[in-house]
Structure formats: structure tokens, C-alpha cells
């Protein structure tokens, strides 16, 4: 089964709400770039709480048939990212999504409501 971008945006940024992320921002990166059609950014206050959001981005996404093609930095949880395909999902510990700020380095992109 196959999941469209739009779907996957929703499972992500839905579980990363229901684990109480902080600030979920989803960024609509069509025309803009070749790496992923939609960035979520988001953060948690701890690094368990970090691990949270990303185990929970990982069940949905998985239970919807979706393949994960990667995740990275779940050990020091710090600034996970995941690779869904079409969607990328950045979790920061809050001291970092401060520090790195991608939203600004993305800031050509259209932000899309999600929930």
C-alpha cells in the first residue's frame, strides 16, 4: 500500500502532536526542492520526550503501510531525523531547533496547516 505525501504529512505531524510536540511546523517544499516535498520541525523538551515523538512518528507511519528510509539520532536524541520519502521529520531537543533554526533557512517555503 502506497501512502501519498499529503497522508504521510498528516501521520506525521498527528502523532508528533499527540505526544505533546512543541510547535509543529510543516513546510511545503514543492518547486523549492529536490530532497522531500514536505519538512516537519518540531520539538520536544527532553530527550525522552524527543524519543517519544519519533517512536510515535515511527508506529503510525508504519501501521499505515508506509517504509521508513531512515532515522538518525535517536541515541543521543538531540536532533532526530527521519526519512519517510517524500516527507523528512526533524524532532530537536528544544536547545537545538533553537540553535540550528531551520525554519529560516527554509523560510522561501509555504507553511501548510496540518493540525
Not at 536547545?95 to 525554519?103: G, L, P, Q, S
Request: proline share 1%; glycine share 6%.
Amino acid at each position: 500500500m502506497s501512502v501519498n505525501p499529503k497522508e504521510l504529512l498528516h501521520i506525521a505531524t498527528e502523532a508528533a502532536a499527540d505526544r505533546k510536540a512543541m510547535n509543529v511546523v510543516a513546510l511545503d517544499l514543492t518547486g523549492i526542492s529536490l530532497v522531500a516535498d514536505y519538512f516537519v520541525i518540531c520539538h520536544g523538551n527532553s530527550d525522552t520526550q524527543v524519543q517519544a515523538i519519533a517512536t510515535e512518528v515511527r508506529k503510525r507511519v508504519q501501521d499505515a503501510g508506509s517504509h521508513i528510509r531512515g532515522i538518525e539520532g535517536m541515541d543521543s536524541a538531540r536532533w532526530v531525523l527521519m526519512d519517510l520519502g517524500d516527507v523528512i521529520v526533524h524532532i530537536f531537543h528544544r536547545d537545538e531547533r533553537e540553535y540550528y533554526n531551520i525554519e529560516r533557512v527554509w523560510s522561501d517555503a509555504k507553511v501548510v496547516e496540518t493540525v
